[in-house]
């Protein structure tokens, strides 16, 4: 019989390590458990995090549409004043012009004249 009582501590010992085991393994799973919250909660906030750069991507195209329409009509408005200022000095030119002709017009009329 002593085989027995051998037998018996040895199932006792591999009971108590099971047991030991066992509470490691619960110990890990908690573990686990917190660490699957965790990652739940990052997760969440990531999204709440992707979602608000979105909205200012978004709003900062938005913006720079925006500019850039007024970048295009302050364009248009050059384009306009380049043509009234060649136009100008277009005209400045002809007036000169028309004055030399006239000059020599009267400076003719005086040699027909004399």
Do not use: C, W
């Amino acid at each position: 019989m002593p085989e027995l009582g051998r037998i018996k501590e040895e199932n006792k010992e591999i009971k108590n390590y099971l047991a030991f085991i066992n509470k490691r393994l619960d110990d890990a799973n908690r573990r686990l458990d917190d660490v699957n919250i965790h990652l739940a909660d990052q997760s969440r906030r990531i999204d709440a995090l992707r979602e608000e750069l979105n909205t200012r991507i978004d709003k900062t195209n938005k913006r720079i549409d925006e500019t850039n329409k007024r970048i295009d009509e302050t364009n248009k408005r050059l384009d306009r004043l380049y043509e009234v200022i060649v136009r100008r000095d277009e005209h400045v030119m002809l007036e000169e012009r028309v004055m030399r002709l006239e000059h020599e017009i009267e400076e003719i009329k005086r040699k027909i004249a004399a």
